[in-house]
């Protein structure tokens, strides 16, 4: 079957200049290529890094071989909830962890105010040495009026003002003399210590007006821009009824933002009425890639039947998300990571991941669990946990017993080395053939030309009985040809 070889999308989305502020939404759903375009395709030049095979951006062509979400699982050797809502007084889903330069560890966390208010709280601190046991008792740092929210971002050693290397974002709501509610900020020096940041001039200290309870900043490296994820309460003609949905917003200074566009919306075509999107979160940068985490909500049903307690209602999981340009976002609709299935287990009613950082070889995944429900015991219920997965292996292309293979669009290669994130362990067998713009094998780069790869491996070279760099900065195709394995990633060097 012939696919498109670029983000194919449900409807949603419009191509706009970077950063066009005059959309209202730039979200879509994956979809699968189903045809392909009949002007000829300008080559896409793969610069060195990874390169995932996420969405059909790079499959032109794929026949007997099927897109598979890799869901990371439980590890029992992990001793989850790593953050408890009794002894450390997690009280939200929302979080962020950051290694130091030393890698240590370092996790900013929603904590329960003294008095077990449900309106405010506080901001808990922790740190740890293998992001997995955390050093106790926390800490409760001195901060501004927060509603809700734990946003921090690191500007790193190097930053302009030491004095405001770290930012913090949260929400705050509207006040009785007629503020916005919002997005607010201080900085820090070190995140400890933190003073409210104010705009020039401005009449109030929000710096982002949003009507719902969560937002996180996160700076673009590729863009060299800062971003701001805000959830909002919204009506539409698309729908009934208000639904949380999210939207996103920029700015090279974190004073002055652009208007918000909506980046994860409900499609009521494919989707349950109450299907609902709490937020965003948890980006990570893998080569030209920003890949986020989804938080998917659906308040209508319960973790049980009967709930317990009889009033006890909602459940939530993460759904992949992803970006080529920071601008556009493009969602799946299947869970990447679910609730734990069995009764009474921490995270049995919510799975909500909010943080990625890499760590060797791995990708550490933080989420929020809530044991039954919503908004069931808040104060003792909303923890934090944690699952691992290898990296860059969020979407695997994967064939069985039929060989499959997949035939990239035209592309130029920047690097003179190619390896493949792939795993064909279980007696299977992955070979890799090289064809000119016309798509003709290139002698030398055959499939019979190449070596099978008959191993799991995040970077196993391919190798031919030539060397790729004396066809290197030209127009070529690559084809996987593939059997019982599994294709994540490629990556140029």
């Known amino acids: ?105 370092r996790i900013w966390y929603g904590a329960r105010t003294a008095d077990s208010n449900p309106s405010r709280s506080r901001l808990g601190y922790m740190e740890s040495n293998d992001g997995i046991r955390w050093q106790r008792p926390h800490r409760v740092l001195e901060t501004p009026f927060i509603q809700f929210g734990a946003s921090v971002l690191d500007e790193g050693p190097a930053f302009a003002d030491s004095q405001q ?114 937020a965003m979160d948890g980006f990570l940068v893998r080569g030209g890639l920003l890949i986020g985490m989804v938080k998917v909500l659906r308040d209508d049903l319960k973790a049980d039947d009967p709930p317990d307690p009889p009033d006890a209602y909602g459940i939530g999981y993460t759904a992949l998300a992803w970006s080529r340009d920071g601008e556009h976002w493009t969602r799946d609709r299947e869970a990447f990571f679910d609730r734990d299935s069995r009764k009474g287990a921490w995270d049995h009613a919510h799975t909500w991941i909010d943080e990625q950082v890499p760590v060797g070889d791995e990708i550490f995944l933080y989420y929020g669990g809530y044991a039954r429900g919503h908004k069931v015991n808040r104060f003792e219920e909303r923890q934090i946990g944690l699952v691992q997965m290898k990296r860059d292996r969020y979407v695997a292309r994967e064939a069985g017993d039929e060989s499959g293979t997949i035939m990239t669009p035209s592309i130029v290669l920047g690097g003179h080395e190619l390896t493949i994130n792939a795993d064909a362990a279980d007696g299977g067998e992955i070979r890799v053939q090289v064809l000119d713009a016309g798509g003709k094998a290139i002698e030398g780069f055959t499939f019979a030309d190449a070596e099978p790869i008959t191993r799991d491996g995040l970077g196993v070279p391919v190798k031919w009985k030539r ?27």
């Open 165 to 278: 290397r770290f930012k913090f974002a949260w929400w705050a709501p509207a006040t009785p003399k007629g503020g916005l509610p919002g997005m607010k900020l201080a900085a820090s020096p070190d995140g400890f210590i933190w003073s409210q940041m104010k705009k020039p001039g401005a009449a109030d200290d929000v710096i982002l007006a949003h009507n719902h309870d969560i937002n996180s900043i996160f700076r673009d490296p590729i863009r060299k821009l800062y971003i701001a994820i805000a959830s909002t309460h919204v009506t539409d003609p698309a729908w009934s009824g208000e639904r949380r949905v999210t939207t996103q917003s920029v700015s090279d200074d974190l004073m002055n933002w652009q208007t918000p566009w909506r980046v994860v919306v409900p499609d009521p075509r494919v989707e349950h009425d109450q299907t609902q999107f709490y």
């Open 1 to 105: 079957m012939m696919r498109m070889a670029w983000l194919v999308m449900i409807t949603l989305a419009v191509a706009m200049p970077a950063y066009a502020a005059d959309v209202a939404s730039r979200a879509s759903i994956y979809a699968p290529a189903t045809t392909r375009p009949s002007a000829a395709v300008e080559p896409i030049h793969l610069e060195p890094g990874p390169h995932l095979f996420i969405d059909d951006f790079l499959i032109a062509e794929s026949h007997n071989v099927r897109r598979v979400v890799n869901r990371p699982e439980r590890d029992a050797k992990i001793r989850n909830p790593i953050i408890s809502g009794k002894e450390d007084g997690c009280f939200q889903p929302y979080m962020t962890i950051l290694r130091d330069p030393t890698q240590k560890f």
């Open 467 to 493: 060397e790729l760099k004396q066809i290197a900065r030209r127009p070529v195709r690559l084809a996987f040809q593939m059997k019982h394995a599994r294709l994540f990633a490629i990556d140029v060097r």
